[in-house]
């Protein structure tokens, strides 16, 4: 982003002056993509909107998941003690190699089915949308998206039809193991899918890996009579309270 951002980044591409930045005014055009395009600098505006996105969906996803995740594994023994096995094997091979952390962190399967079904089950996002920049016929249906026409895709209800996926209101993090992975991979979309999905989704999964191998490591979560309060904004589902009691390990690997 920065090797885009240049010193005349207050121009249009095509050098008219119909594109300003807002540090002198509130101007602004869409810039479409042409042919003859060779150049796209980003602006100081389009800069920092990519950083704000970027940590808003590396960061706050990043809490309301985790909270997530230890609300499912407290509710879960069963799952919880399975990760937290896992989690013990990462910690002993750690001691024993000098292989590099993050590239171990790719053993840990069993802790991204967590995620997953976690983010299947509790995601985020209600519905995703998209804009059709031009006609496109859905094969075999007699349907037509028309283009500038938006293309609503209801993600809760996908992650909770049976079609999709077995029991789907269940938690059961083994059905995304690669072994036992049956969905269609469009059916699964907390984060969206093709080149417009969410850019901060990785990142945000390092960052939950992170703090639930110290977490599991350290203590075990268990749940309440409290009942889980969320509510709906904006298209988003905003959990409200995870109430849970945490008990600290007597022993553990350091």
């Known amino acids: 982003m920065l090797d885009s951002n240049k010193d005349n980044n207050n121009e249009a591409i095509d050098e008219s002056d119909e594109y300003t930045d807002s540090k002198s005014a509130e101007k ?17 505006d389009e800069l920092i909107a990519q950083c704000v996105m970027f940590l808003a969906a590396g960061l706050e996803a990043t809490a309301a998941t985790l909270s997530m995740c230890l609300y499912a594994i407290a509710k879960h023994p069963e799952v919880q003690q399975k990760l937290y096995e896992e989690v013990i094997t990462f910690h002993e091979k750690q ?6 952390p993050y590239e171990t962190f790719h053993s840990l399967k069993y802790m991204d089915a967590v995620i997953d079904e976690t983010l299947r089950l509790y995601t985020a996002v209600l519905f995703h949308e998209r804009v059709a920049n031009e006609d496109y016929e859905l094969k075999g249906t007699g349907i037509t998206i028309k283009k500038d026409h938006v293309v609503h ?23 995304f ?3 036992y992975i049956a969905h269609n991979p469009y059916t699964y979309l907390p984060s969206g899918a093709g080149s417009r999905n969410c850019l901060g989704g990785r990142f945000a999964k ?17 749940a309440t009579e409290k009942p889980l309060e969320q509510g709906v904004a904006n298209g988003l ?18």
């Not at 602004?28 to 100081?44: A, F, G, N, V």
């Not at 959990?239 to 690997?253: A, C, N, P, Q, W």
């Open 206 to 222: 390092l960052q939950i890996k992170l703090a639930l191998v110290n977490l599991v490591h350290r203590y075990v979560f268990h």
């Open 237 to 254: 589902i905003i959990t409200k309270s995870v109430d849970l009691k945490i008990e600290k390990r007597s022993s553990f690997v350091k």
């Open 95 to 100: 001691q024993k190699s000098s292989a590099d």
């Open 153 to 175: 895709i209801p993600t809760y209800s996908i992650h909770r039809d049976p079609e999709n996926f077995a029991d789907p209101e269940e938690f059961k993090p083994e059905r």
């Open 28 to 44: 602004y055009r869409e810039i479409q993509t042409t042919d003859d395009m060779t150049d796209k600098s980003l602006s100081y």
């Open 177 to 179: 193991l690669p072994e």
